[in-house]
């Protein structure tokens, strides 16, 4: 039997202490305020734009929505986020990645207040991860984090595989898991005899973008599978990087997906915009 970690119920469950934390900041006059900026028109970045609107509205969090034309230049986008660093009113800054050519991400990754960096993407606040002091979080691991923690699966030395390396999920994924006191490998696409290392897993974190990558011969018996995937079969039907019917069975955890860690990564993005305005 293979337990789904329900990620949908979870965040439905952090959502509503949150609106406890948001009424009570607002009861001193503080009204916990988020902006989120995307420039140009990425499909899905417009999906997962709308869907933190609509939680931070449910939570008690005011999004500020700025849609930008793909035009925009890197000096605008600054200008605009050095605005919102100034405005007291203002607690947690987002830059909806991928961002159109003329802007280097970077660039306007380092310019977001670390303070106001809800995303955790700042490198201050990134070598505060790395260093286990964290002031700030990437909201997918630490959904991860969570998940596994509400359904008492133990990280401590336990052998974890993340495959993928990305900023957004692979490398903070790999520094919360030591932070944790796990024992961790990276694979990436370089990664020779990939199946071998993914096979020593107690728990395989799959952020790699490639649907149904990861089949049952992957997998060890019985590990705790979590799935980051989010993408779109021949057929425009929703999938995660795991195929997930090898794992039924098979593993003794899945997130599934849709459902899974989708829905964690924006409850914690909901959390930490309220952490900081607790902060301010
Ligand atoms: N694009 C894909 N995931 C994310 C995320 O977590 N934050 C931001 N800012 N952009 C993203």
Known sequence: MTVLLDGKKLATTVRSKLKERT?????????PR????MVGDNSASAVYVRNKKRAATEVGI??????????????????LIDQYNQDPKVHGILVQLPLPQQ???KVVTQAISPLKDVDGFHPMNV??????????????PRGIMELLAAYDIEVAG???????????VGRPMAALMVNHDATVTITHSKTQNLAAITRQADILVVAIGRGEFVTKDFVKPGAVVVDVGMNHNAEGKLVG?????????HASYLTPVPGGVGPMTIAMLMQQTVEFAERS
């Open 241 to 249: 990087d795991v195929k997930r019917d090898d794992m039924l069975d």
């Open 127 to 140: 070598g505060q991860l790395f260093m286990g002091t964290p002031q700030a979080f990437p909201c997918t």
């Open 158 to 168: 336990k052998n974890v595989v993340i495959m993928g390396r990305s900023n957004i």
């Open 34 to 37: 988020l902006v989120v900026i």
């Open 23 to 31: 009424a009570t900041l607002r009861a001193k006059g503080i009204i």
């Open 62 to 79: 005011e999004a500020v929505d700025l849609h930008l034309p793909g035009t925009t230049s890197q000096d605008e986008l600054l200008a």
């Open 103 to 105: 802007i280097d991400e």
